[in-house]
């Protein structure tokens, strides 16, 4: 029967191929278009910052990675095309009119240079793509370095699976996944080209059709079995559930398996070639049946018995071999070896009289820090912001200074841009990019003092010290020894993406920028990239999509760009292959306000190390609340901080310093990038002097050491010695004691680690700056050790761990004790009566005569609004089961020192349960150091307690007749109790080491 030829899919006419063409081209513009000009503009900035070789190679890699893979998988696709069309037989039948194979095969037959070409290309433009992104893998594996350690299974340097094993991992997944498209589109080709006929009981395939397909199939089994030699090697890294690395059960079953495996596979991968050469379709059949068996029972079914029946109720004793390897190898990962670590028992009572604890223990106690960085943010703002324009931080840094011979630390903050500050009806382009473009001036305030008492009209206060700029123009002023000779920053942690500034020369010389409201100034720095010429203002309109840029006459040719402006955006751009810090701080090295940023290398494939992920080993009670940036959380088992960077504040420039000379990967990177990296022979002393031992780390370190100073097998695998970070017991804003205790029972973020100025752990008498950080055990909240590390340039990244034997009270057992004790619950909860807020600093723990010291500053807030700012109060003070609480940390001191203070409970791992807010009327001291009240005072206590009692009453009937005259009561017995109480203490002189009297709770 004769039958028409198939017809084939509607031709577009000239208008619509005309359309689809431009089309086409304007989709490419539009991909291609932003890609070219953020290349253009990321070129100009690599050349401002005098990293643009790190652009080019960068550049380079991803180009070469895009064309090499895309060339590769599309050509071995495009040959595999090419053999199917070739293989398909000479006659093919068609099935009849309405046969949708031939209408698809006549399309592309008629346009065969399109699909032949095509396919291929769009196939290697996504291969491509994608592979580029791996620049850094396929780097690291040409400039890998070794490690000097071998693994404890195979003998291969550590180097192998850091540099070498990654890639090849990489090589194969592309290997499988070409292989892979290769088959489906030789299917696909041999049956629109009439090799493969599903027609028939069976089907019907073709001999060379057949023979194409069992040689990508026997391909792609030989691949499988390079996978298996491989596969050995990722067992040193796999995550078992009590630790990393090859379990008994990997080395005795899996190990084995995957070397049968090996064998099996090659055998099927030749069975597929044999069968495709002596045209048998039984062989290759067979040879995929005995692969998917061999996989189970050998790869699967073996091991699971051998872990049910011999592992698990042996676990101690089999896994112990593999978790001593774990430990060793994690310690050395983290940085966590005896060289480095310095453990030793700590009695945790204390062991000298209170009269020698002040003489022994001066370096500790004549250096506590009052100030809480993460507290005075706002405070900072009240007072030092001048103008609306600027602002500071919600968290401040903490840097230590010698003055006079002594060294000191410090509250340190810029006086930062901040443009979303700005009136609204300032906010238009030339005021946020041509006006307003940088801050002024470096404020700090010593960390142990107060300006005056509270009593005073601006007392509890910071004692601020500033380098700015002065209302007459006026700079390089000196205060405490701190001289600041440029303290215009143009760069910040508080600039946003897209706020940039056009700096730099204006028409006819004038200044325009704001520098103070009696003078104007012109930036005069290196830093910027040129505007002046047509070229490079159409390329910064079109990239921020402002037309101001192209128009504005005030742009001259000597005018710059400022962009990029935060100190952690222009580490990471110089530097890609660091995990950069979440917390850079500002210094001043010579004059010059420089931004200090700490970067990590890091890696995820270090044998038998614990992986943990980043930002969750970084987050705290700071990270939980958005005070403090969260890391990337990203799968570590290796890091070290191996390059410290600064970028001056004024001209933005980035220098990068290797601390760590001797880290592996950041040898490979430096030769990836040769000479980015200066040699840390090059850092000034007075640039060292400020390196602070960073806080990323050390999270990082202390919670792998809360598992890893265990070295008994047996005693890590119960997990019974195990620590954790300390819950931190203070919320922010809570005002009565009660509700403190409900909202720490909420949240169980750690308290973050505290740098603060103390006696080395080694030797009491030596001042130190020093990171420090309880740990608890774990469930429980008594503590376990004491972890601090050294940031002075002579002991920097010398970790020492007290550890305690005893049933020594923790951070959340003291917190309870504080806000449970008669004075302190009382006056809190009068203050949240009186809508006073009370905001909870810091609390350091110190070891201090064999025992602990605890102490937390007490901040109050008049109200609860924006225009509201933390004011110092109270000190509350811990030693020896007592409780000090006064209005200055001397007072707190010397009431537990004494034994005037409050006798505390002892302790319990359920702190609160039992306790009630307002206890019943005591003779305790409360708030100054004598043992008995007087009998007015004691009078003002009874009558606080009973109005307490009263309003609680009243508020459970709903009488608020009763309710309204308990008020009254209560605001007559505070202000008896303020009029004896106050006049009980000897308020300290100005400018010394305290804390302020009781605040006045009203307004």
């Known amino acids: 029967m004769a039958t028409r030829p198939p017809v084939g899919l509607p031709k577009l006419s000239r208008r619509s191929r005309i359309l689809l063409i431009v089309g086409v081209v304007l989709l490419f513009g539009l991909i291609t278009g932003s890609r070219l000009l953020d ?22 890699t991803r180009l070469s990675l895009f064309l090499a893979v895309g060339v590769v998988v599309g050509g071995i696709v495009g040959l595999n095309l090419w053999l199917a069309y070739r293989a398909r037989p000479v006659f093919v039948p ?32 996504i291969a491509g793509a994608s592979a580029q992104n791996d620049w850094q893998q396929v780097q690291l594996f040409l400039n890998g370095q070794p490690f000097g350690i071998t693994d404890p299974q195979f003998g291969h340097d550590i180097g192998f699976y850091a540099f070498q094993l990654p890639f090849y991992n990489w090589l194969l997944s592309w290997l499988f996944i070409t292989t892979a498209v290769s088959f489906i589109g030789a299917v696909i080709a041999h049956y629109l080209f009439g090799g493969i006929r599903l027609a028939g009981r069976g089907g019907q395939l073709s001999g060379p059709a057949r023979l194409h397909l069992a ?13 298996y030699f491989f596969d050995r090697y990722a067992l040193l890294l796999h995550e078992n559930e009590k630790f990393v690395g090859a379990s008994y059960t990997d080395l005795n079953a899996v190990l084995p398996a995957k070397l049968i495996l090996l064998c099996i596979a090659v055998f099927c991968a030749v069975a597929f070639f ?37 592992v698990k109720p042996n676990a101690i004793q089999k896994e112990a071999e593999s978790i001593t390897r774990n430990i060793a190898a994690t310690r050395q990962a983290f940085g966590l070896t005896d060289d480095k670590v310095t453990t030793k028992p700590y009695e945790g009572k204390q062991n000298v009289p209170n009269d020698q604890v002040k003489t022994n223990e001066a370096a500790t106690l004549g250096n506590i820090r009052l100030l809480d960085p993460a507290v005075l943010g706002r405070t900072f703002t009240q007072f030092q912001q001048l103008r609306p324009f600027y602002g500071f931080p919600s968290k401040l840094d903490i840097d230590r200074y010698t003055v006079d011979g002594k060294l000191r630390d410090y509250i340190v903050a810029v006086r930062e841009l901040k443009l979303d500050s700005l009136p609204q009806g300032q906010r238009d382009w030339i005021n946020q990019h041509l006006i307003y473009t940088h801050g002024n001036g470096f404020v700090y305030a010593e960390a142990n003092k107060v300006n005056e008492v509270a009593d005073q009209s601006n007392g509890g206060y910071p004692d601020f010290k500033t380098g700015e700029v002065k209302p007459n123009g006026d700079v390089g002023n000196e205060q405490n020894g701190i001289k600041v000779d440029q303290p215009r920053t143009y760069y910040g942690e508080l600039f946003g993406t897209n706020d940039y500034s056009i700096v730099g020369g204006r028409p006819a010389g004038s200044a ?93 494939n270090y044998p038998y190390a614990q992986r943990t992920p980043l930002g969750d080993a970084t987050n705290d009670s700071l990270t939980a609340d958005g005070v403090v940036i969260s890391q990337v959380n990203k799968p570590v088992n290796y890091i070290r901080n191996s390059v410290k960077a600064t970028v001056d504040a004024y001209d933005g420039t980035v220098s990068l310093y290797a601390i760590d000379e001797q880290d592996p990967v950041l040898k490979a990177w430096m030769g990836v990038f040769p000479g980015t990296v200066k040699p840390s022979s090059d850092i000034k002393p007075e640039l060292r002097q400020h390196f602070r031992y960073p806080e990323d780390l050390f999270k990082v370190q202390r919670q792998i050491l809360s598992k890893y100073h265990v070295s008994s097998p047996s005693d890590f695998y119960s997990g019974v010695s195990y620590w ?43 001042v130190r700056f020093q990171l420090t950080s309880p740990l608890v055990r774990e469930n429980r909240e008594f503590m376990a050790a004491y972890v601090s590390v050294g940031s002075d340039p002579d002991n920097y990244g010398k970790i020492n761990v007290l550890q ?111 306790q009630t807010s307002t206890p019943p009327p005591t003779s305790a001291t409360p708030g100054n150091g004598n043992s008995a009240l007087s009998p007015e005072l004691q009078r003002a206590v009874n009558d606080i307690d009973g109005a307490l009692a009263d309003i609680k009453r009243a508020q459970q009937n709903s009488n608020f007749t009763e309710l309204g005259q308990a008020y009254q009561r209560l605001d007559d017995a505070t202000k008896r109790f303020k009029q004896y109480n106050t006049g009980s203490a000897s308020p300290p002189a100005t400018g010394q080491s305290s804390v302020v009297p009781s605040p006045t709770p009203s307004g």
């Open 804 to 914: 305690l034997n005893t049933d020594a009270k923790g951070p959340q057992q003291i917190q309870t004790q504080f806000l449970t004790s008669d004075n302190v619950s009382r006056e809190l909860n009068v203050l949240a009566l009186q809508k006073t807020s009370v905001v909870y600093g810091n609390l350091l723990t110190l070891p201090v005569g064999g025992a602990l010291l605890y102490v937390e500053p007490v901040y109050i807030e008049r109200a609860a609004n924006n225009t509201s700012f933390p004011q110092l109060s109270k000190v509350l003070v811990w030693y020896g089961d007592r409780v000090g609480y006064a209005s200055t940390l001397g007072e707190a001191l010397e009431q537990v020192l004494s034994g005037a203070g409050s006798v505390v409970p002892p302790p319990s791992d359920n702190p609160g349960n039992g």
């Open 215 to 227: 040689l990508v199939a026997g391909t792609f089994v030989l691949l499988k079995a390079v996978a």
């Open 274 to 310: 044999a069968g495709a050469f002596m045209r048998n379709v039984q062989l290759p059949a067979i040879a995929t049946v005995l692969l998917v068996l061999s996989s189970v029972l050998v790869g699967a079914a073996w091991p699971a018995v051998l872990e049910q029946f011999s």
């Open 39 to 60: 290349t253009y503009v990321n070129w100009l900035w690599f050349g401002e910052v005098q990293f643009r070789n790190v652009f080019s190679t960068v550049l380079l």
């Open 512 to 604: 325009a920028e704001y520098d103070t409201d009696a003078k104007s100034y012109t930036y005069t720095g290196s830093g910027g990239v040129p505007i002046g010429s047509l070229v490079d203002k159409l390329a910064f309109a079109a990239y921020y999509g402002e037309r101001n840029i192209l128009f504005n006459q005030s742009i001259a040719d000597e005018s710059k760009i400022l962009f990029k402006r935060t100190p952690r955006d222009r580490v990471q751009a110089v530097a890609p292959w660091l995990t950069v810090d979440s917390d850079p701080y500002p210094a001043v090295v010579n004059g010059r306000i420089t931004w200090i940023v700490d970067g990590y290398t890091t890696l995820e």
């Open 94 to 125: 068609v099935s009849g009119p309405d046969d949708p194979v031939a209408r698809y095969r006549t399309v592309v037959m008629r346009r065969m240079r399109l699909f032949s070409i095509g396919i291929p290309v769009f196939v290697g433009l």
């Open 724 to 766: 954790a970070p300390a819950q931190d017991p203070t919320i922010d804003n809570v005002t009565s004691a009660d509700a403190q205790q409900a909202e720490a029972k909420k949240r169980r973020d750690a308290q973050p680690p505290f740098y603060v100025l103390a006696g080395d752990p080694n030797d009491a008498s030596k």
